[in-house]
C-alpha cells in the first residue's frame, strides 16, 4: 500500500517501494547509457588514433636509438633511445650547424653522431618473422668535399646493403640523408636484395671501415612494415624541377619520333578480285532483268 507524505511548502511526496524500484530502474537505465556511450566513444577515438597512425604512413617501431646523443622523441612519434654502445668515439659536433631537409625538432637526430676508426655495429633485436624496414639516418658535418668519407653498411654480416656510401656526394654538407633498406625474416631465414642467410633473434648492421676516413651513423631505427609506412624526407631543391623536366622531355622526343605505316605480316598475296571487270560481273543481272520485263509485260496483258 502506497503511503502520503506532505511536508510543509512542498507537493505530496509517494513512498511506495513500486516508485522505489522505478527511481532505482531510471537510475540504473541511465548509468548503463552512460557506460554504453562512454565505450563506443572510447571505440570511436580509437579507431580515430587509427586513421591517424595510417595516414602519417608509421608502422611498427621495433627499436631506435640515437647514435652518440641522448633519448629523444621525434615529430612521428618515434622513441629514440640514448646510445649505450661501447664502441667508437660518441660526437655532437653537428650541432654547430643547422641541418637542412628536417624540421628543427628532429635536427638533433642528424647532429649526434657515433663513428669508429675500424668497422663497428650495432645488434637489433627483432620481432618475429616479417617484412621490416631498417632506417640509417646519416649527415656530412665535417667535410666540404666528395670521396673523404666513403664506406659500405652491411647485414648480418653477409649482405651488403649499401655500397660506398659517400654522404656529401649524395646531398652535401649540412643535409639529412635516410638509407631504406627492405629485408624479410621467415622461419630464422634473413632475405634482403635475393640474398639469404641464417638469423638468430637479432641482426647485426655494420658500418665497414674503408680507405676513406671512418665510417659513422646518426641514428638507425627499425620498424615492422613495408617501405610505404615509413615516413620519408622531403624531396631535395630542385629534384622534383628536374623529374618533371625529363618526363616532359621525353614526350616530347616521343611526340616527334615518325610514326611508322603498319606493315603486313606474311607474303604477299594476289588480290582474285584487283583484275576483275565490273561489266563481267553485272552481265548476269541485266540478263536477268532482260527475261523478266517481257514476261512482266504478257502477264500483264492477260
Excluded at 92 to 107: E, F, H, I, N, P
Excluded at 156 to 178: F, M, P, Q, W
Excluded at 223 to 232: E, R
Aim: aromatic content about 8%; charged content about 25%.
Amino acid at each position: 500500500m502506497a503511503l502520503q507524505t506532505t511536508l510543509p511548502g512542498h507537493s505530496p511526496v509517494w513512498t511506495s517501494s513500486q516508485n522505489m524500484l522505478t527511481v532505482c530502474g531510471r537510475v540504473f537505465a541511465n548509468m548503463t547509457f552512460c557506460f554504453c556511450h562512454r565505450k563506443r566513444m572510447l571505440f570511436l577515438l580509437c579507431t580515430i588514433l587509427s586513421l591517424i597512425t595510417k595516414s602519417l604512413g608509421i608502422g611498427e617501431v621495433v627499436w631506435a636509438v640515437n647514435c652518440g646523443g641522448d633519448a629523444h622523441t621525434d615529430i612521428n612519434g618515434i622513441r629514440y633511445e640514448a646510445d649505450s654502445l661501447k664502441v667508437g668515439i660518441s660526437s655532437d659536433y653537428g650541432k654547430t650547424l643547422m641541418v637542412s631537409r628536417v624540421v628543427a625538432q628532429d635536427q638533433i637526430l642528424y647532429q649526434t653522431e657515433r663513428y669508429h676508426m675500424s668497422t663497428f655495429g650495432y645488434d637489433i633485436p627483432l620481432n618475429g618473422d616479417g617484412e621490416y624496414v631498417l632506417v640509417l639516418k646519416f649527415c656530412e658535418v665535417w667535410f666540404t668535399s666528395p670521396n673523404q668519407k666513403v664506406f659500405d653498411v652491411t647485414l648480418n654480416g653477409e649482405h651488403t646493403v649499401v655500397d660506398e656510401l659517400d654522404i656529401y656526394s649524395k646531398v652535401g654538407r649540412g643535409v639529412a640523408h635516410d638509407e631504406l633498406i627492405e629485408f624479410t625474416i621467415r622461419s630464422g631465414k634473413l632475405k634482403v636484395n635475393g640474398e639469404t642467410s641464417k638469423i638468430n633473434s637479432k641482426l647485426l648492421v655494420e658500418f665497414m671501415k674503408g680507405d676513406y676516413d671512418n665510417p659513422k651513423i646518426n641514428a638507425i631505427y627499425l620498424m615492422k612494415g613495408t617501405i610505404d609506412d615509413i615516413p620519408k624526407l622531403p624531396s631535395l631543391p630542385g629534384t622534383e624541377t628536374s623529374r618533371e623536366e625529363e618526363e616532359v622531355d621525353e614526350e616530347e622526343e616521343t611526340s616527334d619520333r615518325p610514326s611508322k605505316a603498319r606493315r603486313p605480316s606474311g607474303p604477299k598475296v594476289k588480290d582474285p578480285y584487283a583484275s576483275d571487270d565490273t561489266s563481267t560481273m553485272l552481265l548476269p543481272v541485266i540478263m536477268a532483268l532482260g527475261a523478266f520485263i517481257p514476261l512482266l509485260f504478257c502477264l500483264c496483258k492477260l
